[in-house]
C-alpha cells in the first residue's frame, strides 16, 4: 500500500494556511524453479529440506520498556492477532453487478477446517450483506444461522475435529453503498471495499468501472471470508460483466465464457494461498499492453487514449522483477504480473497478489513523465516488493504493520540505488527520514505498535518511513551480504504465511551469528531516535582528537540512551581518513583517537544511516573540507546547507562549486541560494538552464535568472520553450519571458492553451489572472470541470482573480455558482473542492476589503452550506480557517 493522496493534501493546505486473453495459459507451481512449498496439517508450509530446520516454536524472550500513557490500575493496550477457530483453505466466488443499484450478486463457497480445536459452528466476515440462503456446498437444506450485519455465524449441525473439511455456501447481495456510516483514513479514506465508478454513466469525461480494495479489512464488504491479515487461502474468481468489459483479478485467467444475455464470465484462479485483504477485481473499458518476464505473463492496464505510454506508465517492471528476484536470491513466486491504474482510487496503490491497482496520478503522457518519472518508479518498486514482503510473508496483525510497509518502502531505497546510483538513493532516504522526523515531532510510538487506537492508524511514517530507515540500518550494522542473506532466509523460512518482527530477528541471528535483541529491542520495540549534539575538541599537547556525543532525546516512551554502533571518519588531509568503529552505550560519551596532527575533518556517521536528529558543530572550514571531500551525497548536502544557513568566506566558493555537482539535487539546492545571482557565477547557470539534463535544474536556472529580469536571457527562455521540454520547463521560462516580455509572453501562451494537459494550467492561469482579459475566458471554462490534484490549488485561485479583475458582476456572479457547485458536490475530488471552496472565501475577503457588506453576506452563507454539506473531515476543519 503507498498512499500519496492525504499526505499531500495536507501539505499543500499547510502552504495555503501560513499510498493492485481468452483462454489464457494455466500457470501453476513456482514459475523459475523454487521448490514448491508442502503444507502442513495447520495450512501452513515446511520447507521441503531436511537440513537446517530451525524449531521457531520458543522464541527468546523480548524485553520491550514500558510506555508510561496508560492507567497504572490496568493493563496497557494490545491488540492481538486474530484468534482461529478455522481455517479458511479456499474460496471460490461467482459474482455479478447491479450497476444503477451498486450492488453485487454472489455465491462464495469457502473450503474450512477447524484450526485446532473441534468445532460445530463457523464465524465468518460478511458485511452489510442481504444473506439469501446458507448451505452446505451442493445442497439445498438451509444451516441455521445468526447475522448481525457484521458477522455471519453458521452452525454446523455436527461437530468437525481438525482433519476434516467442510465447505459452506452462502448466496448474497453486497450492498456497499447502502450503510449509514463510512470508515476510513488518511491513508485509505474509505472502507467501502467495493467502489462502482461512474455507475450511471453520466459524466461523459470518466469511464465506468467497478474495483476493490480490501486492506484493511474491507473485502468482507463484497464476500463472506475471514477477513484477518494471519488468514490465507486460495481463490477462484468467476466474474460476470458487460462483454465490452475487462476484468482481472488475482491469479491468471483460465477461461472466458460468453453468455446468451450478452454478458462474459471469466474465470480467474489464484493457486496458492494469500491473505484476504489482498483478493481484488476490476472491471472497465481498459487497453491491455502484454509484456513478459521469463516465463511469466507481465500486463498492464490503462485507459486507452494512454496505451501508447503503457510502459512508461509502469516504468522497468520487467527490470525491477529480474533485479528484486536476484537481489533477494528468490525468485518471484507468483504466476503473473499485471497492474491497473483505476479512477477516482482511496489510496495510491496496493498490492493486491499479481494484480496492483494504482490511482489515476499515475496515468501519465512520456513528456509529463519527463518531470515525475521517479514518482512512477518508486510506486512501482513498492508494490512489487510487497509480492515478497507482504504477499508471500504476510504481517500477522496491523500492529506488525511494518513488516510489511517497511520493507516496501525500502525497495524503493534498493531501485534507486541500483538504477540511479547512491547519491540519488541517499536523496530519497533523507526524505523519507524527514518524513518520519516531522510526523514524530509531537511524540512517537514503537514501529510495532500493539496499543494502536485503531489499526487504520498503523499506516503512518512509523510503519514506512522508520520501518524503511531501520532496514537501512540494519544493513549497514551487518554488512551487505549478511543483510541479503538474512532477506533470503526469512522468506523461505516463512514463505506463504503470516510473520511477526521476532522471526525477521531469528533469521538474521541464524545468519550472523549474533544476538540482535538489542537492536530489535530499540528499533522496533520502543519509541523514538537519538536527537544528538555533537561537539570536536583538538588537544595539541597529547596529539589527540576527540568527540563527545550527547543523546538530547526526550519524551515518556523514548528511550533515554540508545545504543549507537557509530563509524567515525578522521580525515588527516584530503584523500587521506580513516575510519573508527566506536559504540555509544551511555547518555554522553567522549571518543578520543591519536593523530599526528589535528585532523582536517571529524566526520560523524561516516557512511550516513544512522537515523537520528543531530546538532553538529562544525566550523565553516571543515563543512567546506566535508563538501570538497567527503563521499557521500549527505556529507555534502549537509555542507552546503550548513554554509547557506550561516552565511560566511566559505559559502560563495563552495556555492559555485556545488553548481557542477555530478548530482542534480546538489546543484539544484545551490541554485536555491539566496546569494547565488552573482555576476561571475550568471553564466554558468544560464548554462545549466540551456543543458542540464535534469527538469529540475534547468527551472531553479530559469527561476534565478528571471529574478534579474535581464533581457539578456530571452534567448535561454524562448529555448526552453520547445514542444520537446519538460512541462515545468516550459513553464518556468514561460513565466520568465513575462517578465521582459509580456507580449512575447502572451503569444506564446496561445500556443499551450491547447495542451490536454494540465501541466501548464499555473502557468498561464498566473498570467491571465495578472492581465485580466475577456478574450482568455473560454480557457478557464475549459479547464473548469476537469482540472484536478495539486494543479487544482493555483487554477481555483488565479480563476476568483480573473473574474474579479474582470469586474463584470453578471461573470462573477456565475463564477461563483459554478464554483458553488464543485465545492457541494462529492463527485468532486477533495483537490477540487477545497480549492474552489477557497476561492469563493477569497473572494469574500476581497468584498471585505471594499467593505461592500451586501455581497460579503451572500458568499457567507454560501460558505455556511459548503460547510454543512462537506462530510470530509480534514476538509470539513480546513475549512473552519476560512
Given amino acids: ?132 440462503s446458507v448451505t452446505y456446498e451442493g445442497k439445498s437444506e438451509e444451516l441455521k444461522r445468526d447475522y448481525n450485519n457484521e458477522q455471519l455465524t453458521v452452525y454446523l449441525g455436527k461437530s468437525y475435529n481438525r482433519n476434516e473439511e467442510f465447505k459452506v455456501t452462502v448466496t448474497y447481495t453486497a450492498k456497499p453503498d447502502e450503510r449509514e456510516s463510512f470508515g ?73 465464457k460468453k453468455n446468451a444475455d450478452g454478458t462474459r464470465t471469466d474465470y480467474w484462479k489464484m493457486d496458492k494461498p494469500h491473505a484476504p485483504y489482498l483478493f481484488m477485481m476490476t472491471v472497465g473499458e481498459f487497453a491491455v499492453v502484454k509484456d513478459k518476464w521469463r516465463s511469466i505473463d507481465v500486463d498492464y492496464y490503462v485507459e486507452p487514449k494512454y496505451e501508447p505510454y503503457a510502459r512508461d506508465i509502469y516504468p522497468y517492471t520487467t527490470e525491477m522483477l529480474e533485479f528484486f528476484s536476484n537481489k533477494l536470491n528468490y525468485t518471484y513466486p507468483w504466476q503473473k504480473y499485471s497492474q491497473v491504474v483505476v479512477r477516482d482510487y482511496v489510496s495510491g496503490a496496493m498490492e493486491n497478489t499479481t494484480a496492483v491497482i494504482f490511482g489515476e496520478f499515475m496515468q501519465k503522457t512520456k513528456r509529463e513523465l519527463l518531470d515525475d518519472h521517479m514518482t512512477n518508479e518508486k510506486v512501482v518498486a513498492h508494490e512489487m516488493f510487497h509480492h515478497w514482503f507482504g504477499d508471500l510473508v504476510t504481517t500477522e496483525s496491523w500492529a506488525n504493520l511494518t513488516m510489511n510497509e517497511g520493507f516496501a518502502n525500502y525497495s524503493e531505497y534498493l531501485w534507486i540505488e541500483h538504477k540511479y546510483g547512491r547519491d540519488a538513493a541517499d536523496e530519497h532516504l533523507m526524505t523519507e527520514q524527514q518524513g518520519y522526523f516531522y510526523s514524530a515531532a509531537e511524540g512517537g510510538h514503537p514501529l510495532i505498535h500493539f496499543g494502536y487506537e485503531n489499526r487504520e492508524d498503523m499506516f503512518d511514517a512509523h510503519s514506512y518511513n522508520k520501518g524503511g530507515c531501520v532496514l537501512h540500518m540494519l544493513r549497514h550494522y551487518v554488512g551487505d551480504e549478511a543483510f541479503f542473506a538474512g532477506l533470503n532466509r526469512y522468506l523461505k523460512r516463512n514463505e506463504y504465511t503470516d510473520v511477526e518482527s521476532h522471526e525477521l530477528r531469528l533469521a538474521f541471528e541464524d545468519v550472523t551469528g549474533q544476538d540482535l535483541n538489542w537492536f530489535f529491542n530499540q528499533w522496533f520495540f520502543g519509541a523514538g531516535h537519538p536527537q544528538l549534539d555533537i561537539e570536536y575538541a583538538w588537544d595539541e599537547s597529547s596529539k ?55 585532523p582536517a575533518l571529524i566526520n560523524f556517521d561516516g557512511t550516513k544511516s544512522l537515523l537520528c536528529q543531530k546538532n553538529d558543530r562544525h566550523t565553516a572550514e571543515e563543512w567546506a573540507f566535508m563538501y570538497r571531500n567527503a563521499p557521500l551525497y549527505r556529507d555534502r548536502i549537509e555542507a552546503l546547507e550548513a554554509l547557506q544557513a550561516e552565511v560566511g568566506d566559505y559559502t560563495t566558493a563552495v556555492l559555485k562549486e556545488a553548481l557542477s555537482d555530478k548530482f542534480h539535487g546538489i546543484r539544484q539546492q545551490a541554485l536555491m541560494a539566496d546569494d547565488i545571482s552573482s555576476s561571475d557565477v550568471l553564466p554558468v547557470i544560464a548554462r545549466l538552464a540551456e543543458t542540464d539534463p535534469e527538469p529540475g535544474v534547468r527551472v531553479a536556472a530559469i527561476n534565478v535568472l528571471s529574478r534579474t529580469e535581464d533581457k539578456q536571457y530571452l534567448p535561454v527562455y524562448q529555448k526552453n520553450m520547445g514542444a520537446d521540454q519538460a512541462y515545468s520547463v516550459v513553464g518556468a521560462a514561460l513565466a520568465a519571458l513575462q517578465k521582459v516580455a509580456p507580449a512575447a509572453a502572451r503569444e506564446a501562451s496561445k500556443g499551450l492553451q491547447n495542451e490536454d494537459s494540465d501541466a501548464f494550467t499555473p502557468v498561464l492561469t498566473d498570467l491571465y489572472a495578472e492581465q485580466p482579459d475577456r478574450a482568455n475566458l473560454p480557457y478557464f471554462e475549459k479547464k473548469l470541470p476537469k482540472v484536478d490534484g495539486f494543479n487544482a490549488f493555483p487554477f481555483f485561485d488565479n480563476y476568483q482573480k480573473f473574474l474579479l479583475g474582470l469586474g463584470d458582476q453578471a461573470l462573477i456572479d456565475n463564477g461563483v455558482a459554478t464554483l458553488k457547485s464543485i465545492s457541494i458536490s462529492t463527485q468532486n475530488s477533495e483537490w477540487r473542492r477545497f480549492g474552489s471552496t477557497k476561492a469563493i472565501a477569497d473572494m469574500r475577503n476581497h468584498y471585505r476589503s471594499k467593505g461592500n457588506a451586501a455581497k460579503i453576506a451572500e458568499l457567507e452563507a454560501i460558505l455556511t452550506e459548503i460547510k454543512a454539506k462537506e462530510t470530509d473531515p480534514t476538509l470539513k476543519l480546513y475549512y473552519d480557517m476560512f
Avoid at 481455517?87 to 485446532?116: C, E, Q, Y
Avoid at 467502489?195 to 473485502?219: C, H, L, R, V
Wanted: charged share 25%.
Fill in 184 to 256: 476510513g483514513s488518511a491513508a485509505i479514506t474509505s472502507d467501502k471495499g467495493l467502489y462502482f465508478i461512474n455507475a450511471d454513466g453520466s459524466n461523459k469525461d470518466k469511464p465506468m468501472q467497478i474495483w476493490t480494495q480490501g486492506e484493511t479489512e474491507s473485502n468482507s464488504f463484497w464476500m463472506p471470508t475471514v477477513d484477518k491479515p494471519n488468514e490465507r487461502c486460495t481463490q477462484e474468481m468467476y466474474i460476470t460483466v458487460e462483454d465490452k468489459y475487462k476484468t482481472l483479478s488475482n491469479g491468471v485467467l483460465v477461461s472466458s
Fill in 544 to 598: 589527540k582528537a576527540s568527540v563527545t556525543v550527547t543523546q538530547m532525546q526526550e519524551g515518556p516512551e523514548v528511550a533515554r540512551i540508545f545504543e549507537l554502533p557509530l563509524t567515525i571518519d578522521i580525515y588527516e588531509a584530503p584523500g587521506k581518513v580513516r575510519r573508527e568503529n566506536v559504540r555509544m552505550t551511555m547518555r554522553q560519551q567522549t571518543f578520543t583517537f591519536n593523530c599526528a596532527a589535528k
Fill in 1 to 132: 500500500m503507498r498512499s500519496l493522496l492525504y499526505p499531500a493534501l495536507i501539505a499543500v493546505f499547510t502552504l495555503y494556511f501560513s499510498c493492485t486473453p481468452k483462454n489464457a495459459p494455466k500457470i501453476s507451481g513456482n514459475p523459475a524453479g523454487t521448490p514448491e512449498p508442502a503444507w502442513d496439517t495447520l495450512g501452513k508450509p515446511g520447507m521441503n529440506e531436511e537440513e537446517d530446520v530451525l524449531d521457531y516454536t520458543l522464541m527468546d524472550d523480548i524485553e520491550v520498556e514500558p510506555q508510561s500513557l496508560y492507567n497504572e490500575d490496568s493493563l496497557r493496550p494490545y491488540n492481538a492477532s486474530h484468534t482461529f477457530e478455522v481455517d479458511l483453505l479456499h474460496t471460490k466466488v461467482d459474482i455479478s453487478f447491479d450497476w444503477a443499484k451498486k450492488r453485487a450478486n454472489g455465491k462464495a463457497t469457502l473450503t474450512m477446517r477447524p484450526w485446532f480445536y473441534a468445532t460445530d459452528k463457523v464465524t465468518l466476515d460478511a458485511k452489510n450483506f442481504d444473506i439469501h
